[in-house]
């Protein structure tokens, strides 16, 4: 009998260890030259007030950040959604 | 109050704080109120990662590197993206190997060796010790800058002696919160809760303290994050810093990260949060974004403080390290000043904490009882000792003064020789050391002990060469020419140039030479070596750690202990309460006859190493339950030779074997002979609905049966215990056992039970629920035809093409005598060969598929009876069966009636005709007699007119009187007078017998009646037959009183007529057949009363009847005359006249005399219908 998966329990198995995956080899790849290069070739260019590397550097953190908690994320709304659905649901009868 | 002392006590407050934190979550934890247990205190806890080098020294970093600290993080933040591969089953593997420390674990991957444990202890103490004198140096510096407050310090203070020096008493603070906290328990695996929850909020504050400090500078101290960087704008070197150009060319960007990301888990205090500290691995899902985040959030202001830093101290004056704290001195903010120092000493107690608890459990454990064991100072013999405990844990407290002691030592003496930062990442480069032996022996099954041994030891050393002896050289410890020339002058070995090869880092110098030579060794020794059994066991149970066969893994021991030695030496180990456990556990779950003289089975000692693992490593519980053996004559290396060999061949056999079990749809299980469930598949659980959380490691039959009796499974039990020994008695059956189990949700489950020669027991269940109902219909249907055919009046006998019968039912068992059994199986033409035209017809209606009939078929049973019967076949018309139905009627009571009916209108007509004739013939006689009288009066002698004629004929009356008498004519008159009445006394009893229409019951006297009878019967004789009823004797017993009986006369005389004839022919047949001289042939009449009867005996003398014909005399046909002289049925007419028609009764009985009695009563009054 398989553990029945409480709610907010994230798994890491099946698409979520695929997406794991992914943001590590993603995030290898835009965290490391020749990548990173591009955005320091001009160390004066500013990004809401941050210089372009670090903005960008700081970016893709974030992101890879969300990718992981993104499933998370999705647990969390998805009762908010059902009730919207429900709501608009009813509405719209 | 100096400003020094207010810092003084308020950090003294801040560690009391942590105190009580941790006191607090310890108790709560013992109350069994777990706050530190969740994933959020786990996530702030891997923040240790964090310690004053990043809130001192990346700000330190970023103004000598710009970007460069970042690395250092991202490398984690991608460790965390892979966690679910890497960490997940590093967290499996320590939790089922109980693991200590990372020494702990990669010795228990590599055969428990208390070798590699000792090195990577070595290693570890020695490259993380510079990391905790780092600590130190900070929280060292930290105070002394912002005692002097508001004077900013341009240089540490100079050095002063060590009863004088803040870090010094620091050092022996954070001694003793550790010692507080992290030995509390002597079983290092498990959690130190309370300890941790104090890192968490530690985590906290410096964060908070970082980010804060990090907003003032920002937004206070300037304007903005565009107002720092445009600081830089006109500084181009600093420009260039930010770019971070240099270290995307040279390599140390990629180079940092990857080593960071590998420190993240392969530095001791790191591996002892993440890992040992760890106590869900639902929690790593959490970290997985809260670290990172972490880590974001505190360097995000690291490059704004480190630029503001610069633009506010301009010339160096002020060291890059500090900016964190001095830049709000600068502002005159010693609030914030006191924040952000309270901030770098939680950063660094934090890591000195965990590091030493680490630290001081690999030294002791892996290190310190080893040599003890060597020496004898520490065993598992026969020397009584008490003081086991407290000496492991004395020894371990002593090991984290000795640690934080040495590490204090090495800040004093080389500390100012590097920069936090390189300091910290002298650490990681060490640390690192581990990553090939970790990485490869969760996912490698063939790494050696002795690669990893190799490995090691030579990237260790590498590291050494290239990372700490050049620190010794700047710090005058060895001749800088050691560094600039090699040593003895040979450049080739430059510690910072090896082989010629240099780079701008000599950290990524050393980085790469360590790790090609470590991971290359590791690699090739690994290849060309073998493992020995318990290598070849670990390394399985590490690299198939998510399978369920390796928690059950048995080692083998090379000798014996008794289980009470055994017990009781443990006890010196480890504390009573979980000693205590463990065995009675094992004596509760024992099958056969525990006893504690007994010696320890394989698995109990296993069991016992796992627990003793906690306290004092695994390599050393090996070793120590090793030498308390007594040994065995055998050689266990050639044994193990002999089991490597055989194993690996078994291994890919096994393969098959599990996927093909896990595939079947039965359930199977197995359980060895101390009932252990060591292997089962996906159907025993899902067939027996058990939830994946019971099968763990060490799950008994015991534990199972417990589960389903709470679960109802085996419904209302009361002596749950008797049930369970009754239960485990049956399941170790010496024999194979099947039985059928249905279950609360009434699916029927087959459980077949096999046990093998080595005590285990496999069951296999299969769910027959569906097959069960279908065989239930199946029989009830059969049952409910079965009962059909067997209530049918007919015989009904099934026969396939062959002829051979195959259904038989009741009635033709009543018909032929023949059970079932019997029949079945035999062929119809051997049991039925009378009937060859039968047989044809079968045959012929099973070929053309039509019904076909005989009737009438006469036949005798097994008594001898005639008996008629009607034969119908019927083709069996279903496809895929062929043969026939076989109908047979008994038809013999039909047929008889039929007879019997048109003999009846037979006797009819006849009866009709004698009564005709009777009639014809009464008036000829009627005249006969009238003339006979009128003849005798014209002769009369007293008639006038005879005379006067007589006279006138010239005779007289008396002449002719006297000539009549003497010529005997009167005598003839009279004879024909007589005659003729006899004669029409005949013709009217014959008139009445046949005149049945005309029946009329009436009272009779029975006597006058049987007297007519006789009368007729009398003039029954046959000349031919010499037989006349007048020779018999009647003898008549009659009572003078008799009461009439209710009977129709005519119908009662033709029964006692019939009697009589019978009896008459049966005596004169006897006495043709046997002649006697003076035989008295004779009927004895009686009649009497018997209550409301009647009743008529005639009793004859004659040869009588034997009791089978007595019984069959009443039946229709049955004679014993000659065939032709009778019908069979004048006895069956009597009996039908007697009982249905006066409601009377005949029976027949012997005779007194020797012949038959015929009995027949009649009613003296009428019935109420007749």
Same mark, same amino acid.
């Given at each position: 009998?398989?553990?029945?998966?409480?709610?907010?329990?994230?798994?890491?198995?099946?698409?979520?260890?695929?997406?794991?995956?992914?943001?590590?080899?993603?995030?290898?790849?835009?965290?490391?030259?020749?990548?990173?290069?591009?955005?320091?070739?001009?160390?004066?260019?500013?990004?809401?007030?941050?210089?372009?590397?670090?903005?960008?550097?700081?970016?893709?953190?974030?992101?890879?950040?969300?990718?992981?908690?993104?499933?998370?994320?999705?647990?969390?709304?998805?009762?908010?959604?059902?009730?919207?659905?429900?709501?608009?649901?009813?509405?719209?009868? | 109050?100096?400003?020094?002392?207010?810092?003084?006590?308020?950090?003294?407050?801040?560690?009391?704080?942590?105190?009580?934190?941790?006191?607090?979550?310890?108790?709560?934890?013992?109350?069994?109120?777990?706050?530190?247990?969740?994933?959020?205190?786990?996530?702030?806890?891997?923040?240790?990662?964090?310690?004053?080098?990043?809130?001192?020294?990346?700000?330190?970093?970023?103004?000598?590197?710009?970007?460069?600290?970042?690395?250092?993080?991202?490398?984690?933040?991608?460790?965390?993206?892979?966690?679910?591969?890497?960490?997940?089953?590093?967290?499996?593997?320590?939790?089922?190997?109980?693991?200590?420390?990372?020494?702990?674990?990669?010795?228990?991957?590599?055969?428990?060796?208390?070798?590699?444990?000792?090195?990577?202890?070595?290693?570890?103490?020695?490259?993380?010790?510079?990391?905790?004198?780092?600590?130190?140096?900070?929280?060292?510096?930290?105070?002394?800058?912002?005692?002097?407050?508001?004077?900013?310090?341009?240089?540490?203070?100079?050095?002063?002696?060590?009863?004088?020096?803040?870090?010094?008493?620091?050092?022996?603070?954070?001694?003793?919160?550790?010692?507080?906290?992290?030995?509390?328990?002597?079983?290092?695996?498990?959690?130190?809760?309370?300890?941790?929850?104090?890192?968490?909020?530690?985590?906290?504050?410096?964060?908070?303290?970082?980010?804060?400090?990090?907003?003032?500078?920002?937004?206070?101290?300037?304007?903005?994050?565009?107002?720092?960087?445009?600081?830089?704008?006109?500084?181009?070197?600093?420009?260039?810093?930010?770019?971070?150009?240099?270290?995307?060319?040279?390599?140390?960007?990629?180079?940092?990260?990857?080593?960071?990301?590998?420190?993240?888990?392969?530095?001791?205090?790191?591996?002892?949060?993440?890992?040992?500290?760890?106590?869900?691995?639902?929690?790593?899902?959490?970290?997985?974004?809260?670290?990172?985040?972490?880590?974001?959030?505190?360097?995000?202001?690291?490059?704004?403080?480190?630029?503001?830093?610069?633009?506010?101290?301009?010339?160096?004056?002020?060291?890059?390290?500090?900016?964190?704290?001095?830049?709000?001195?600068?502002?005159?903010?010693?609030?914030?000043?006191?924040?952000?120092?309270?901030?770098?000493?939680?950063?660094?107690?934090?890591?000195?904490?965990?590091?030493?608890?680490?630290?001081?459990?690999?030294?002791?454990?892996?290190?310190?009882?080893?040599?003890?064991?060597?020496?004898?100072?520490?065993?598992?013999?026969?020397?009584?000792?008490?003081?086991?405990?407290?000496?492991?844990?004395?020894?371990?407290?002593?090991?984290?003064?000795?640690?934080?002691?040495?590490?204090?030592?090495?800040?004093?003496?080389?500390?100012?020789?590097?920069?936090?930062?390189?300091?910290?990442?002298?650490?990681?480069?060490?640390?690192?050391?581990?990553?090939?032996?970790?990485?490869?022996?969760?996912?490698?099954?063939?790494?050696?002990?002795?690669?990893?041994?190799?490995?090691?030891?030579?990237?260790?050393?590498?590291?050494?060469?290239?990372?700490?002896?050049?620190?010794?050289?700047?710090?005058?410890?060895?001749?800088?020419?050691?560094?600039?020339?090699?040593?003895?002058?040979?450049?080739?070995?430059?510690?910072?140039?090896?082989?010629?090869?240099?780079?701008?880092?000599?950290?990524?110098?050393?980085?790469?030479?360590?790790?090609?030579?470590?991971?290359?060794?590791?690699?090739?020794?690994?290849?060309?070596?073998?493992?020995? +059994?318990?290598?070849?066991?670990?390394?399985?149970?590490?690299?198939?750690?998510?399978?369920?066969?390796?928690?059950?893994?048995?080692?083998?021991?090379?000798?014996?202990?008794?289980?009470?030695?055994?017990?009781?030496?443990?006890?010196?180990?480890?504390?009573?309460?979980?000693?205590?456990?463990?065995?009675?556990?094992?004596?509760?779950?024992?099958?056969?006859?525990?006893?504690?003289?007994?010696?320890?089975?394989?698995? +109990?000692?296993?069991?016992?190493?796992?627990?003793?693992?906690?306290?004092?490593?695994?390599?050393?519980?090996?070793?120590?339950?090793?030498?308390?053996?007594?040994?065995?004559?055998?050689?266990?290396?050639?044994?193990?030779?002999?089991?490597?060999?055989?194993? +690996?061949?078994?291994?890919?056999?096994?393969?098959?074997?599990?996927?093909?079990?896990?595939?079947?749809?039965?359930?199977?299980?197995?359980?060895?002979?101390?009932?252990?469930?060591?292997?089962?598949?996906?159907?025993?659980?899902?067939?027996?609905?058990?939830?994946?959380?019971?099968?763990?490691?060490?799950?008994?039959?015991?534990?199972?049966?417990?589960?389903?009796?709470?679960?109802?499974?085996?419904?209302?039990?009361?002596?749950?215990?008797?049930?369970?020994?009754?239960?485990?008695?049956?399941?170790?059956?010496?024999?194979?056992?099947?039985?059928?189990?249905?279950?609360?949700?009434?699916?029927?489950?087959?459980?077949?039970?096999?046990?093998?020669?080595?005590?285990?027991?496999?069951?296999?269940?299969?769910?027959?629920?569906?097959?069960?109902?279908?065989?239930?219909?199946?029989?009830?249907?059969?049952?409910?035809?079965?009962?059909?055919?067997?209530?049918?009046?007919?015989?009904?006998?099934?026969?396939?093409?062959?002829?051979?019968?195959?259904?038989?039912?009741?009635?033709?068992?009543?018909?032929?005598?023949?059970?079932?059994?019997?029949?079945?199986?035999?062929?119809?033409?051997?049991?039925?060969?009378?009937?060859?035209?039968?047989?044809?017809?079968?045959?012929?209606?099973?070929?053309?598929?039509?019904?076909?009939?005989?009737?009438?078929?006469?036949?005798?049973?097994?008594?001898?009876?005639?008996?008629?019967?009607?034969?119908?076949?019927?083709?069996?018309?279903?496809?895929?069966?062929?043969?026939?139905?076989?109908?047979?009627?008994?038809?013999?009571?039909?047929?008889?009636?039929?007879?019997?009916?048109?003999?009846?209108?037979?006797?009819?007509?006849?009866?009709?005709?004698?009564?005709?004739?009777?009639?014809?013939?009464?008036?000829?006689?009627?005249?006969?007699?009238?003339?006979?009288?009128?003849?005798?009066?014209?002769?009369?002698?007293?008639?006038?007119?005879?005379?006067?004629?007589?006279?006138?004929?010239?005779?007289?009356?008396?002449?002719?009187?006297?000539?009549?008498?003497?010529?005997?004519?009167?005598?003839?008159?009279?004879?024909?007078?007589?005659?003729?009445?006899?004669?029409?006394?005949?013709?009217?009893?014959?008139?009445?017998?046949?005149?049945?229409?005309?029946?009329?019951?009436?009272?009779?006297?029975?006597?006058?009646?049987?007297?007519?009878?006789?009368?007729?019967?009398?003039?029954?004789?046959?000349?031919?037959?010499?037989?006349?009823?007048?020779?018999?004797?009647?003898?008549?017993?009659?009572?003078?009183?008799?009461?009439?009986?209710?009977?129709?006369?005519?119908?009662?005389?033709?029964?006692?007529?019939?009697?009589?004839?019978?009896?008459?022919?049966?005596?004169?047949?006897?006495?043709?057949?046997?002649?006697?001289?003076?035989?008295?042939?004779?009927?004895?009449?009686?009649?009497?009363?018997?209550?409301?009867?009647?009743?008529?005996?005639?009793?004859?003398?004659?040869?009588?009847?034997?009791?089978?014909?007595?019984?069959?005399?009443?039946?229709?046909?049955?004679?014993?005359?000659?065939?032709?002289?009778?019908?069979?049925?004048?006895?069956?007419?009597?009996?039908?006249?007697?009982?249905?028609?006066?409601?009377?009764?005949?029976?027949?009985?012997?005779?007194?005399?020797?012949?038959?009695?015929?009995?027949?009563?009649?009613?003296?009054?009428?019935?109420?219908?007749?």
């Amino acid at each position: 009998m398989k553990k029945q998966q409480e709610p907010g329990e994230l798994s890491a198995r099946g698409t979520g260890r695929a997406r794991m995956l992914v943001a590590a080899i993603l995030g290898a790849l835009l965290l490391n030259p020749p990548l990173l290069e591009i955005f320091s070739v001009d160390p004066s260019a500013r990004l809401f007030g941050w210089p372009l590397i670090l903005f960008y550097i700081n970016l893709t953190w974030i992101l890879l950040i969300v990718m992981v908690f993104l499933p998370r994320l999705a647990v969390l709304f998805k009762p908010l959604g059902s009730a919207a659905q429900r709501l608009l649901g009813k509405r719209s009868d | 109050m100096q400003f020094a002392w207010w810092v003084f006590f308020i950090s003294l407050a801040y560690l009391g704080l942590l105190f009580l934190i941790a006191h607090f979550a310890d108790r709560r934890a013992a109350q069994g109120k777990r706050f530190g247990a969740n994933p959020y205190v786990y996530s702030l806890s891997l923040a240790v990662y964090c310690t004053s080098w990043t809130f001192y020294g990346s700000v330190g970093r970023a103004a000598t590197d710009g970007i460069g600290f970042l690395p250092i993080y991202l490398g984690p933040t991608l460790l965390f993206m892979v966690a679910p591969f890497l960490l997940r089953k590093i967290l499996k593997i320590a939790q089922a190997q109980r693991t200590t420390s990372i020494a702990d674990f990669i010795s228990s991957r590599y055969g428990k060796s208390q070798l590699l444990a000792g090195l990577v202890t070595v290693v570890a103490v020695i490259g993380i010790m510079p990391y905790i004198a780092l600590q130190l140096k900070a929280v060292s510096t930290s105070f002394d800058i912002l005692s002097r407050y508001p004077v900013i310090a341009a240089t540490a203070s100079d050095p002063v002696a060590v009863l004088s020096d803040k870090a010094f008493y620091v050092t022996i603070l954070l001694a003793l919160f550790t010692i507080f906290f992290g030995t509390r328990r002597l079983d290092a695996s498990e959690h130190h809760e309370g300890l941790m929850v104090a890192i968490a909020f530690e985590s906290l504050v410096k964060l908070f303290a970082f980010i804060a400090v990090g907003v003032f500078v920002t937004f206070f101290m300037f304007d903005g994050l565009e107002s720092i960087f445009d600081q830089v704008t006109d500084n181009a070197t600093l420009s260039e810093l930010i770019s971070g150009r240099a270290l995307f060319d040279n390599g140390s960007w990629t180079f940092l990260m990857l080593l960071s990301a590998l420190a993240a888990f392969c530095l001791p205090r790191q591996f002892q949060v993440t890992v040992v500290e760890n106590t869900h691995r639902s929690h790593l899902d959490t970290a997985m974004w809260l670290f990172p985040l972490y880590l974001l959030l505190i360097n995000l202001f690291v490059l704004p403080i480190a630029i503001a830093g610069l633009v506010t101290f301009p010339g160096g004056g002020i060291n890059a390290d500090t900016f964190v704290l001095t830049l709000p001195m600068s502002a005159a903010q010693p609030a914030l000043a006191l924040l952000v120092y309270i901030g770098g000493l939680s950063a660094a107690s934090g890591m000195v904490i965990v590091a030493t608890v680490a630290l001081s459990t690999m030294v002791c454990n892996d290190l310190i009882v080893p040599v003890m064991m060597r020496y004898r100072l520490l065993h598992f013999g026969r020397m009584e000792s008490t003081t086991a405990t407290g000496m492991l844990k004395a020894l371990r407290r002593i090991t984290i003064i000795a640690i934080l002691l040495l590490s204090y030592s090495y800040f004093k003496i080389i500390g100012d020789s590097y920069a936090l930062v390189t300091i910290g990442l002298v650490s990681f480069a060490a640390a690192a050391q581990f990553a090939p032996l970790i990485i490869g022996g969760i996912f490698w099954k063939g790494a050696t002990l002795k690669g990893a041994i190799a490995g090691l030891s030579t990237g260790f050393l590498v590291w050494g060469y290239t990372l700490v002896l050049p620190a010794f050289a700047q710090s005058g410890w060895l001749p800088l020419s050691f560094i600039e020339q090699g040593p003895f002058g040979l450049t080739l070995l430059k510690p910072q140039a090896l082989f010629g090869v240099s780079w701008d880092s000599p950290l990524l110098h050393s980085l790469f030479w360590s790790a090609f030579i470590n991971v290359g060794l590791y690699l090739s020794v690994s290849l060309f070596t073998r493992q020995n +059994l318990i290598e070849w066991t670990q390394a399985r149970a590490f690299v198939d750690v998510f399978e369920h066969k390796n928690e059950y893994v048995t080692r083998p021991w090379e000798g014996q202990i008794r289980i009470a030695d055994l017990e009781r030496t443990v006890l010196r180990f480890v504390d009573s309460d979980r000693a205590m456990s463990l065995f009675g556990r094992y004596r509760d779950s024992s099958l056969s006859g525990y006893s504690p003289g007994m010696d320890a089975p394989a698995d +109990l000692l296993t069991e016992v190493e796992k627990l003793l693992s906690g306290v004092i490593g695994s390599a050393s519980a090996r070793v120590l339950i090793n030498t308390s053996l007594r040994r065995s004559n055998i050689n266990l290396d050639n044994v193990l030779d002999i089991i490597d060999e055989a194993s +690996l061949a078994v291994e890919a056999s096994r393969e098959v074997l599990k996927s093909v079990i896990e595939n079947v749809d039965q359930g199977i299980s197995m359980y060895d002979k101390e009932m252990n469930l060591v292997a089962w598949n996906r159907r025993f659980v899902e067939i027996n609905d058990i939830p994946e959380s019971l099968l763990r490691a060490g799950v008994t039959l015991r534990d199972l049966c417990l589960y389903n009796l709470d679960k109802g499974e085996y419904g209302e039990v009361e002596d749950r215990d008797a049930f369970i020994e009754r239960y485990i008695h049956d399941a170790f059956q010496l024999q194979r056992t099947v039985f059928e189990k249905k279950r609360p949700n009434n699916t029927i489950i087959e459980v077949r039970r096999t046990p093998l020669a080595t005590g285990s027991v496999v069951t296999t269940y299969t769910d027959i629920t569906q097959s069960k109902q279908a065989e239930l219909e199946l029989t009830r249907l059969r049952n409910l035809l079965g009962n059909m055919i067997d209530s049918m009046p007919s015989a009904l006998i099934g026969i396939d093409v062959d002829g051979r019968i195959t259904h038989w039912n009741r009635e033709a068992e009543r018909m032929s005598g023949l059970r079932a059994v019997n029949a079945i199986g035999q062929l119809l033409s051997e049991l039925f060969p009378l009937f060859p035209d039968v047989l044809r017809k079968i045959a012929r209606s099973i070929q053309t598929l039509s019904p076909d009939q005989a009737s009438n078929l006469r036949w005798e049973n097994d008594k001898g009876e005639v008996r008629y019967m009607d034969v119908t076949v019927y083709p069996l018309l279903g496809e895929g069966v062929e043969g026939a139905v076989i109908r047979l009627d008994d038809v013999t009571e039909t047929v008889r009636m039929e007879e019997m009916m048109v003999q009846s209108e037979k006797m009819l007509s006849v009866g009709g005709l004698a009564a005709g004739m009777a009639h014809e013939i009464n008036n000829p006689l009627a005249g006969i007699v009238q003339s006979v009288q009128v003849i005798n009066t014209r002769l009369g002698r007293e008639m006038d007119k005879n005379r006067k004629v007589a006279e006138s004929c010239g005779t007289s009356i008396d002449a002719v009187a006297d000539y009549m008498d003497k010529r005997g004519i009167t005598a003839l008159m009279e004879m024909v007078s007589e005659s003729g009445k006899r004669a029409a006394k005949i013709v009217s009893s014959m008139l009445s017998f046949s005149r049945k229409s005309d029946l009329k019951f009436e009272l009779r006297d029975l006597r006058l009646l049987l007297d007519e009878t006789v009368e007729i019967a009398s003039n029954d004789y046959s000349l031919e037959k010499n037989y006349d009823f007048r020779k018999l004797i009647i003898h008549r017993e009659y009572p003078d009183e008799l009461p009439d009986a209710w009977c129709e006369g005519g119908q009662i005389q033709q029964v006692l007529l019939n009697l009589l004839k019978n009896g008459a022919q049966a005596m004169f047949e006897a006495a043709a057949a046997t002649p006697q001289e003076g035989r008295n042939d004779a009927f004895i009449l009686r009649i009497y009363a018997r209550g409301e009867w009647v009743c008529v005996e005639v009793e004859d003398n004659g040869p009588g009847m034997s009791p089978a014909v007595r019984r069959r005399i009443f039946e229709p046909f049955f004679t014993t005359k000659e065939v032709g002289s009778g019908t069979g049925l004048g006895l069956s007419v009597s009996y039908f006249i007697i009982t249905q028609n006066h409601r009377g009764s005949i029976e027949v009985k012997p005779g007194q005399k020797g012949g038959s009695c015929f009995v027949i009563r009649l009613p003296t009054a009428a019935p109420e219908t007749v």
